[in-house]
């Protein structure tokens, strides 16, 4: 059986069209996307990994059809080793880079945070007031998915991570911007397929995919996705059935699930802090990106 190996990356960032584009590449018939967050480059980055050898990592390939084969990966951006470790694994690699407007990022980026149980305060201002108080080096460990949750504002900042994978990767990595992929998904797309080897006549299907949704309660998600050992056992003694107790969890996650858009607007303090640490980070990237980010400030 053929030795199916990845020969292209979606490195990140998160909420910035990594999960359309992933959709999207997985419709080409010339192309296997292997199911995304495997976590497997990026050591340093403490997520929960889906494989930890290289074998369990080519698994998630072996199944799938097409030419070449992809993955998506989105914290992969900040990771200090990922570079390296890619390197190693496949030097010819070709690398997809999304990035957005850092102050739409944020909201986001908060609105998953708590969906996915790594985020216990669900104001806005009062999670960044945290995270501003902290050290770099000293993240929250409050969270279901990270040893460590990266810091809010510390995920807004590209230039420096962008400056080592440009340096690491030259052309091998293309950066596409949330704003293109929205306004010109199929200019965008065929952009791709160029970067990557296959051919940019395929046209998918233009759905948006993971769109923000917003929580009612930060309490409730953390039970539901980090319940602690005793309620585990509690819920198993009430109901031993698994397949009944995740069609519960799965019910109790929806009804706390809501699409009302529940975005905080940011305090003038807060905006002040934040733009203070994004204006010169933004001119670095726009440096790098050789583009003009005017919209961005």
């Not at 990966?73 to 997809?96: C, D, G, H, R």
């Not at 949750?149 to 990595?173: A, I, T, V, Y």
């Not at 397949?243 to 019910?251: C, P």
Request: charged content about 25%; aromatic content about 8%.
């Amino acid at each position: 059986m053929m030795n199916k190996r990845p020969s292209f990356f979606i490195i990140g960032a998160p909420k910035c069209g990594t999960t359309s584009l992933n959709e999207y590449l997985a419709q080409h018939p010339q192309i296997g996307m292997a199911e995304k967050e495997i976590h497997f480059f990026g050591k340093d980055l403490g997520i929960g990994r889906e494989a930890e050898t290289e074998e369990e990592y080519l698994s998630f390939f072996s199944g799938l059809k097409g030419e070449i084969f992809g993955e998506a990966s989105v914290w992969t951006f900040y990771s200090k080793m990922a570079s390296a470790e890619l390197k190693a694994f496949n030097p010819q690699a070709k690398l997809i880079l999304l990035l957005r407007n850092p102050w739409d990022l944020l909201q986001s980026l908060h609105a998953q945070h708590l969906m996915d149980a790594d985020e216990n305060l669900k104001d806005l201002n009062e999670a960044l007031e945290r995270d501003l108080l902290r050290e770099p080096d000293n993240p929250t460990s409050w969270s279901k998915n990270f040893k460590s949750r990266p810091l809010l504002w510390k995920s807004l900042l590209f230039s420096e991570c962008l400056k080592q994978w440009k340096s690491d990767w030259g052309d091998q990595l293309k950066v596409v911007l949330f704003q293109d992929l929205a306004e010109n998904p199929l200019q965008t797309f065929k952009s791709v397929c160029a970067h990557i080897g296959v051919s940019s006549s395929f046209e998918p299907s233009f759905e948006v995919h993971n769109k923000r949704q917003s929580i009612r309660s930060a309490g409730m998600q953390a039970l539901i996705d980090r319940p602690n050992s005793n309620l585990q056992k509690l819920a198993r003694s009430i109901v031993p059935n698994k397949t009944v107790r995740h069609r519960i969890m799965s019910a109790a996650k929806s009804f706390n699930t809501t699409k009302a858009n529940q975005a905080s607007s940011l305090s003038l303090e807060n905006q002040i802090a934040l733009s203070d640490l994004l204006s010169e980070d933004i001119e670095r990237t726009r440096i790098l990106l050789g583009r003009e980010l005017n919209h961005w400030l």
